[in-house]
């Protein structure tokens, strides 16, 4: 079992016809804390009904709220989220919102200090308060894994090479990782090359891009490993990718080694992909039904 500290947004995603409780860092703790890890979450909801049922929620999972910090003055985060007929998501995210604002206490700096790993994405340092909160965090962790998660206008190329430049494992997508290069002044092509271009620049040795339907490489202490993906019928892919994370950081926390941490992450991101909402309860059992069938 590992300590896994997730910092940034709680919300609630809001579909046409129904509403959810998301947030990628949410989402990552909480397959993290599905599949057995010991999870705290930092981030901010607004006072009221809102905020008090994803503190609710959270508290349900086994998370630990400790860091979960209510604000008077900011309302819960609020996400519009728009599905087109392949299953992808676009997003409206409100402004000003309570996680924009968290602040640093002491706190929330020993949860950092006392766990293993310290997750954090970009779409938190939008805002200049959670932002500075989030550089003294990253001073106090063990192992930092960042996820890029590029909301258009909510980053800038600043923060970003910041980010990746303090982190120990990024984690992209595809459209990410060539957009991100292409910044950073690449000339490559190939998925692979940019992927060890944007290692070499940053001197990180875990990086990992996932691909959609096709999987995902990771390079991990000098060697690529590779998962081409799992056929499935995508109902909606939110939280695909969040659900991906949180088992991958799982099993590489936990000593599997990298290729089988690569296939079931894969797994569990497909599974998700294939059904409705960000955190759909997936047994041990079904994970390994789907991988090995036979």
């Keep these: 079992m590992a300590k896994v500290t997730c910092f940034g947004e709680v919300l609630w995603d809001v579909f046409p016809?129904?509403?959810?409780?998301?947030?990628?860092?949410?989402?990552?703790?909480?397959?993290?804390?599905?599949?057995?890890?010991?999870?705290?979450?930092?981030?901010?909801?607004?006072?009221?009904?809102?905020?008090?049922?994803?503190?609710?929620?959270i508290k349900t999972t086994g998370i630990n709220t400790s860091?979960?910090?209510?604000?008077?003055?900011?309302?819960?985060?609020?996400?519009?989220?728009?599905?087109?007929?392949?299953?992808s998501a676009s997003y409206d995210i409100k402004y000003p919102r309570a996680w924009d604002k968290i602040r640093l206490t002491e706190i929330n700096k020993n949860a950092v200090k006392n766990t293993d790993a310290f997750v954090f994405g970009s779409l938190v340092a939008r805002d200049d308060s959670s932002r500075s909160t989030l550089y003294a965090l990253i001073e106090l962790s063990?192992?930092?894994?960042?996820?890029?998660?590029?909301?258009?206008?909510?980053?800038?190329?600043?923060?970003?090479?910041?980010?990746?430049?303090?982190?120990?494992?990024?984690?992209?997508?595809?459209?990410?990782?060539?957009?991100?290069?292409?910044?950073?002044?690449s000339k490559y092509h190939s998925l692979e090359q940019n992927l060890m271009y944007i290692a070499e620049k940053t001197h990180t040795k875990h990086v990992c891009v996932t691909k959609g339907s096709h999987g995902a490489v990771l390079l991990y202490n000098d060697k690529?490993?590779?998962?081409?993906?799992?056929?499935?019928?995508?109902?909606?892919?939110v939280?695909?990718?969040?659900?991906?994370?949180?088992?991958?950081?799982?099993?590489?926390?936990?000593?599997?080694?990298?290729?089988?941490?690569?296939?079931?992450?894969?797994?569990?991101?497909?599974?998700?992909?294939?059904?409705?909402?960000?955190?759909?309860?997936?047994?041990?059992?079904?994970?390994?039904a789907f991988i090995n069938p036979y």
């Excluded at 590779?226 to 909606?236: A, E, F, M, W």
């Design 17 to 57: 016809t129904h509403k959810k409780i998301g947030g990628a860092p949410l989402n990552v703790a909480n397959r993290l804390q599905a599949l057995g890890n010991d999870v705290t979450m930092i981030s901010a909801i607004g006072k009221g009904k809102n905020g008090a049922e994803i503190l609710d929620f």
């Design 239 to 288: 939280g695909a990718g969040d659900s991906f994370l949180g088992s991958l950081i799982s099993q590489l926390l936990n000593n599997v080694n990298p290729q089988d941490a690569v296939d079931f992450a894969c797994a569990v991101g497909a599974l998700v992909a294939q059904s409705e909402g960000a955190k759909p309860k997936i047994s041990s059992s079904e994970i390994d």
């Design 142 to 185: 063990n192992y930092k894994i960042f996820d890029l998660n590029l909301r258009t206008p909510y980053y800038t190329k600043e923060v970003l090479f910041h980010l990746m430049d303090k982190a120990d494992f990024i984690k992209f997508n595809d459209d990410e990782l060539f957009e991100v290069s292409k910044y950073m002044g």
């Design 67 to 87: 860091c979960i910090q209510v604000h008077n003055e900011y309302k819960t985060g609020k996400v519009k989220v728009m599905l087109n007929d392949k299953g």
């Design 224 to 237: 690529l490993y590779y998962n081409s993906g799992y056929l499935i019928k995508v109902i909606d892919t």
